[in-house]
């Protein structure tokens, strides 16, 4: 109801849903990343501060909505001084945020993630030591001030990843992973983590060699236990609550098809219908629609 009604410009029942998930932080992460979402394709939000500007919430949605465009734009053919001025418009906002509600983790997760703008590590919040010594300088300070509210927040640990994989430093990103992905919660949707990394770089390396890339899935044993480990912690995932963001399980159900584990595959594909989502299908080839239901028919027939 709140996302249909901010979508026909009114936020009433938006500002219920964050006055009811303040505290839940998960909740509260995911919830205010949806509703800013939708905000973000009309003015709905100039509205709802002129009437309500103290609504619980409302300084983090337009915290998320700056930083949305300012990544949507960086990613364009855009004038560099017009990318700089929505980044620091965005950066002042979180600031903002974080001063209004001081316990709030998503004006640093919102900071983390125009970290990835930043690809020389300019910024000094950027090149931080980090926790292990085996790790580079990064935005490790940002990640720290999330953990503080919320030790496992799945999106602060996406947008570190993706710091990382802006840059290219693919090595960065997996030892990132490895320091921090033993210590995740069991069943934790952090586990599938891994598999986000091995999309990105199986992209990147089919650009050179379409049939090499190929066999990163069905030969390397390590990927291939890295794949089920994330499926048992997906089936140790804690009931209904604890159940897995469907672009996660649809990360996992292409790897576990990837790697020709198709039973198990099949199980993945059967708790997510009727419902896929377009990630990662949409990476993995030029015909994505093809790849999906080649991938879907080839396990399920793995059932029979």
């Not at 938006?14 to 909740?27: I, N, T």
């Not at 009931?239 to 098809?257: F, K, N, Y």
Request: charged fraction near 20%; hydrophobic fraction near 45%.
């Amino acid at each position: 109801m709140a996302v249909e009604e901010l979508q026909q410009g009114r936020w009433m029942a938006a500002r219920a849903v964050l006055a009811s998930s303040w505290g839940s932080w998960p909740l509260w992460t995911g919830r205010t990343q949806v509703l800013a979402a939708v905000a973000a394709r009309t003015n709905v939000l100039d509205y709802w501060y002129a009437e309500a500007p103290d609504s619980t919430g409302l300084v983090t949605l337009l915290a998320r909505v700056a930083v949305e465009r300012a990544l949507l734009t960086g990613v364009q053919p855009t004038d560099p001084r017009v990318v700089a001025g929505l980044e620091q418009s965005a950066r002042q906002l979180c600031w903002d945020a974080a001063a209004t509600l001081a316990d709030d983790p998503v004006p640093w997760i919102c900071m983390l993630a125009l970290a990835q703008l930043d690809l020389s590590q300019s910024r000094p919040e950027h090149r931080i030591s980090a926790p292990d010594q085996m790790l580079p300088p990064g935005p490790w300070g940002l990640l720290a001030q999330v953990r503080r509210a919320d030790p496992w927040n799945r999106e602060a640990f996406h947008r570190l990843l993706r710091f990382w994989l802006a840059q290219g430093d693919g090595g960065s990103a997996s030892d990132f992973l490895a320091a921090f992905l033993p210590g995740a919660p069991t069943g934790s949707p952090l586990h599938a983590l891994p598999l986000y990394l091995y999309v990105d770089l199986y992209r990147r390396a089919e650009r050179r060699d379409k049939e090499r890339a190929r066999l990163r899935w069905t030969k390397n044993e390590q990927v291939r236990a890295t794949v089920l480990r994330a499926y048992e912690n997906w089936r140790a995932a804690p009931g209904e609550q604890g159940r897995w963001p469907l672009v996660d399980e649809s990360h996992l159900a292409h790897a576990l098809w990837a790697t020709r584990c198709r039973a198990q595959a099949a199980e993945v594909f059967a708790s997510m219908a009727p419902f896929i989502s377009s990630q990662p299908w949409v990476s993995v080839g030029d015909r994505p629609d093809a790849v999906l239901r080649e991938a879907l028919a080839q396990s399920m027939a793995a059932t029979r």
